[in-house]
Nanobody, 126 residues
């Protein structure tokens, strides 16, 4: 069964850090581009970060550049999102995503996603 399972969401204070993990199963993760999206209450799901299948290239939404880092460990079938300098506006459910096609390219939006995780809640509040 193809599956993505996120973990690491929590309640943290502004300025704090979190690391999200996404464990992939049921497919060879190293063949696929991966990404992170988020959805805040009352808003549409939005792109956060993406990484190529070999981990050699990454891309970020402007609002997280310099604060978030996406990475992957293909030996562990796991993708990470390191989030620093967190702000209240980062509060959202964060979703891991697998691209609809294998290869070494970058997800740019939900139209490129075939598999979604169940999401993990990140809350930034004092």
């Amino acid at each position: 069964q193809v599956q993505l399972v996120e973990s690491g969401g929590d309640l943290v204070q502004p300025g704090g850090s979190l690391r999200l993990s996404c464990k992939a199963s049921g497919f060879t993760a190293s063949n696929y581009p991966m990404g992170w999206f988020r959805q805040a209450p009352g808003k549409e799901r939005e792109f956060v970060a993406a990484i190529t299948s070999d981990g050699g290239s990454t891309d970020y939404a402007d609002f997280v550049k310099g604060r978030f880092t996406i990475s992957r460990d293909n030996a562990k079938n796991t993708v990470y999102l390191q989030m620093n300098s967190l702000r209240p506006e980062d509060t959202a459910v964060y979703y891991c995503a697998r691209a609809h096609l294998p290869g070494n390219w970058l997800i740019r939006g939900p139209q490129h996603v075939q598999i979604w995780g169940q999401g993990t809640q990140v809350t930034i509040s004092s």
